[in-house]
């Protein structure tokens, strides 16, 4: 309460209006499972388009898993891009990796794209370029290519102001810890190798004159200067910096590039931050897919020395041999380095997904999902795969993973896939073991055209869903049954279903996708993997999720409000004012508020024992729309005079 202790005008805020609920988004979608490349511990990283999913999780190139004996279609790859074709936006991934060895630690250098070269002198393991993140994805193509700037060298007056005064070497164009290439006076660099000699670039209060300088230096940064050259003796510097060209293999591999790089630690282009292994920007520990490791050395001198001392992609003859002369080209002062022994490890099992957490609180698996509170959607593409072979046991384990991370986290749906190759009676005894208001089953497998094997192929239905739930939430509204929507992707299913068969399977919560001469290929059923009628469709489902989740976040401000009748007035007015707007906007059942809709928080929601104990209780009731899901025409005949 303000004090008024003072004569005087008294300015204060005050709000007339009531506080209001925003409604929270339904269309975001959580995938879990194998990818070729990306991290497997930490937060999962929104991702907005397949291309972005391409750079951090690799493209749609088939797996290899060391204990399956054949390539395996890459699953959340394809799911990720059925699910932005079909009309989702956002998605976060959780990427999940078996290590061969049962034993090995996250830190495994054996399942990593990697190289080492010996520097000048023959010196073994020089350098180390490495992947990023384990996986087959990371054995790339790294291309250098050395370039040298003009000379930096200016001579001017000591005093500009005196043009009588005597005259010094300055450098324009240079920053602290360049490399750059000099020669003494007289001697410009026009030919090859030993005419010039490297350096790195030292900037110094020079006290005798009195102003901030360069010298150039070719030792350790952490020594004192010993014989450090200055500019005076110097008549031609030129910067040297290098590009790095990452080419990834894969059918649609694509290329990466940095421009004027340089060598020494210190400087903030430098290899050795650019690839650094632990970078302090996240978006860099995403989308820069190598780590370069300088071994010992320690300046940019040195280390750039030892990247010449390379034989060039055109002629076999060493880089710095062609450095300066200016009649060759660029793939004369080019060499490239091959990364290889990345593996994609074993199929991931129940463990993987469950996931773990590090000493610094990094987490994999479901585990890195419950962080991601706005996820709405989940689903796990490809862990079905096997479920009626020799992947049964732990297909059925993830499952019940997947619906118990869904329950648990309350504000999310997740998305079934049956088995592929199922027959009717498979499906059934699958489904037999579901039972929750949390998810949905959908049978069969989409057929789609891959465009890595140029074949056509079966693929999970979730992906596909999932992007449908994302559209139709966006086009119509959550409040809207997901079902008699077009699957764009699909060129067929696995199996085609009649009218009979899904008889069979709609009564028993089996979502079923269908072929339909002139409406194509379609989402048949809406209904979730549960026995409770109360709670039978995917729309009412998914709708209380979004009541529930936009009335929990847009009340956050009556906690600790004092607990009377003014906050019971405030939360019914805020909560009536939200579910008026859905019923004005068609999504509840009834002619008028009072038959959609009741809010009620008074003394006949709560007893003195919840007033004593600090709970308020708001009692609501809400008239869902449930969809039409048989429509039904009754015809008769009637006569000419009948008043029927």
């Known amino acids: 309460m303000p004090e008024y202790l003072a004569p ?58 060391e204990d399956v004996g054949a390539p395996m279609d890459n699953f959340v790859a394809h799911a990720a891009r059925a699910f932005y074709e079909e009309g989702g936006s956002r998605l976060y991934v959780v990427r999940t990796y078996g290590y061969p060895d049962p034993n090995g630690a996250p830190v495994d250098e054996a399942v990593y794209g990697r190289a080492r070269w010996p520097a000048a002198g023959g010196s073994p393991e020089a350098f180390l370029l490495q992947a990023r993140f384990p996986g087959q994805a990371g054995n790339v193509t790294v291309t250098f ?13 000591v005093d500009p102001a005196d043009p009588t005064s005597p005259p010094h070497n300055v450098l324009r164009g240079v920053q602290p810890y360049d490399t750059v290439l000099a020669v003494g006076a007289g001697s410009p660099p026009s030919g090859p190798a030993g005419a010039g000699t490297l350096y790195w670039v030292d900037r110094f209060f020079d006290e005798p004159a009195g102003r901030w300088t360069f010298r150039l230096r070719d030792d350790n940064p952490a020594n004192a200067p010993v014989g450090a050259v200055t500019l005076d003796e110097v008549s031609d510097v030129r910067v040297l910096t290098v590009g790095v060209v990452v080419s990834e293999l894969g059918r649609f591999g694509f290329e990466q590039s940095w421009e004027g790089l340089t060598f020494h630690p210190e400087h903030r282009q430098s290899l050795s931050r650019v690839f650094d292994p632990a970078p302090p920007n996240p978006s860099a520990y995403l989308r820069v897919p190598l780590t370069f490791d300088r071994g010992a050395m320690t300046h940019g001198a040195e ?31 080019t060499f490239r380095v091959r990364l290889e022994g990345g593996l994609d490890g074993n199929r991931p099992g129940p463990g993987e997904y469950e996931g773990d957490e590090q000493a610094d609180g990094s987490k994999s698996g479901f585990r890195a999902l419950e962080d991601i509170e706005e996820i709405s959607i989940i689903a796990a593409p490809g862990s079905t795969f096997g479920l009626e072979d020799n992947y049964a046991i732990q297909a059925q384990t993830i499952t019940r993973q997947l619906i118990a991370h869904s329950e648990r986290m309350k504000y999310r749906i997740a998305v079934l896939d049956s088995g592929d190759g199922q027959t009717l009676t498979n499906v059934r005894a699958f489904k037999a073991g579901i039972d929750t208001k949390y998810a949905a089953l959908y049978y069969p497998w989409v057929r789609v055209f891959d465009p890595f094997t140029e074949q056509e192929i079966h693929l999970p239905a979730s992906g596909f869903v999932t992007g449908i739930y994302a559209r139709n939430d966006v086009e119509r509204g959550v409040h809207k049954a997901p079902a008699n929507e077009v699957v764009r992707l699909a060129t067929g299913f696995e199996l085609l279903l009649n009218k009979g068969q899904q008889d069979v399977l709609n009564p028993e919560g089996i979502n079923c996708l269908r072929y339909f001469e002139g409406r194509g290929f379609r989402v048949w059923g809406a209904r979730t993997a549960t026995s409770d009628p109360e709670w039978k469709y995917v729309n009412v489902r998914r709708y209380f999720i979004y009541l529930e989740r936009s009335i929990e976040r847009g009340t956050q401000w009556a906690v600790f409000e004092n607990n009377g009748s003014v906050l019971w007035a405030n939360v019914r007015s805020t909560v009536e004012d939200f579910l008026m707007n859905e019923f004005s906007n068609g999504r509840l059942l009834g002619t008028k508020p009072d038959e959609a809709f009741f ?5 006949s929601t709560m007893t003195q024992n919840d007033l004593d104990n600090g709970r308020l209780v708001c009692l609501i009731g809400v008239a869902p729309l449930r969809p039409a899901e048989f429509v039904i025409f009754r015809i008769g005949q009637k006569t000419a005079d009948s008043r029927a």
């Open 8 to 65: 005087g005008v008294y300015v204060e805020e005050v709000s007339f209006r009531q506080k209001t609920i925003e409604g929270v988004s339904t269309s975001t979608t959580g995938f879990i499972g194998p990818t070729r490349f990306g991290p497997i511990f930490g937060e999962p990283e929104l991702i907005t388009s397949f291309t972005d999913f391409e750079r951090i999780y690799g493209g749609i190139d088939r797996l290899e898993f």
């Open 303 to 333: 280390i750039a020395d030892a990247l010449l001392n390379q034989t060039n992609i055109f002629d076999a003859t060493l880089v710095i041999d062609n450095l300066t002369d200016p009649n060759v080209g660029d793939a004369s002062r």
């Open 145 to 157: 290519v050395f370039r040298l700037g003009g000379n930096a060298v200016r001579t001017e007056p």
């Open 599 to 603: 809010v009620r928080c008074d003394r």
